[in-house]
T-cell receptor, first 110, second 116 residues
Framework: ELKVEQNPLFLSMQEGKNYTIYCNYS?????LYWYRQDPGKSLESLFV?????AVKQEGRLMASLDTKARLSTLHITAAVHDLSATYFC??????????FGTGTRLQVFP | DTGVSQNPRHKITKRGQNVTFRCDPI?????LYWYRQTLGQGPEFLTY????????KSRLLSDRFSAERPKGSFSTLEIQRTEQGDSAMYLC??????????????FGAGSRLTVL
């Protein structure tokens, strides 16, 4: 059974600092997705990573994928308050369904 | 197109009652998914459809849960004889595969169920 784990589960960081969220998954997959969820809202797609070594960047967020290590990272550069949200990674392991991680709740303070 | 639409947004019911949620996906999308999310957790897969065919159901989906997508457009998720443990956010998502292997789900705002 495919399992997806994220760490940390909760991250409180100061504005301007850098940090990385980690996503580990238990079986081989070439497709990794990152989503953002604001409190009381639904999930919004951020990145799709489709191959080993893939890197995607949008603003202060950069996601990467290492399929051999079964690891994806979401790096936050110079955090700002607007990035406060819960971030989920998801993997689909050659099926049409996505299996989500437990999420990382990010809080950015002044 | 206004995205994935779910109704009702919030449903409060007494234990033992039946509830039904509706999802209208993005019109060009052939796949439709139902997930359940509880507080502090990631979405858990329940079931999905390709057009009108229900292709997979999670073991989480007990006999009290049934989903339909009769004409390959909107879908309904019915929960019979609700229990307090059914209280959760029920998320609907739709997708159309883009390129090789990518399956980006677009989620609706969700239907929150509270069972008293």
């Amino acid at each position: 059974e495919l399992k997806v784990e994220q760490n940390p589960l909760f991250l409180s960081m100061q504005e301007g600092k850098n940090y990385t969220i980690y996503c580990n998954y238990s079986t081989t997959s070439d497709r990794l997705y990152w989503y953002r969820q604001d409190p009381g809202k639904s999930l919004e797609s951020l990145f799709v990573l489709l191959s080993n070594g893939a890197v995607k960047q949008e603003g202060r967020l950069m996601a990467s994928l290492d399929t051999k290590a079964r690891l994806s990272t979401l790096h936050i550069t110079a955090a700002v308050h607007d990035l406060s949200a819960t971030y989920f990674c998801a993997v689909d392991h050659n099926t049409d369904k996505l299996i989500f991680g437990t999420g990382t709740r990010l809080q950015v303070f002044p | 197109d206004t995205g994935v639409s779910q109704n009702p947004r919030h449903k409060i019911t007494k234990r033992g009652q039946n509830v039904t949620f509706r999802c209208d996906p993005i019109s060009e999308h052939n796949r439709l998914y139902w997930y359940r999310q509880t507080l502090g957790q990631g979405p858990e897969f329940l079931t999905y459809f390709q057009n009108e065919a229900q292709l997979e159901k999670s073991r989480l989906l007990s006999d009290r849960f049934s989903a339909e997508r009769p004409k390959g457009s909107f879908s309904t998720l019915e929960i019979q004889r609700t229990e307090q443990g059914d209280s959760a956010m029920y998320l609907c998502a739709s997708s159309a595969r883009i390129g090789y292997g990518a399956n980006v789900l677009t989620f609706g705002a969700g239907s929150r169920l509270t069972v008293l």
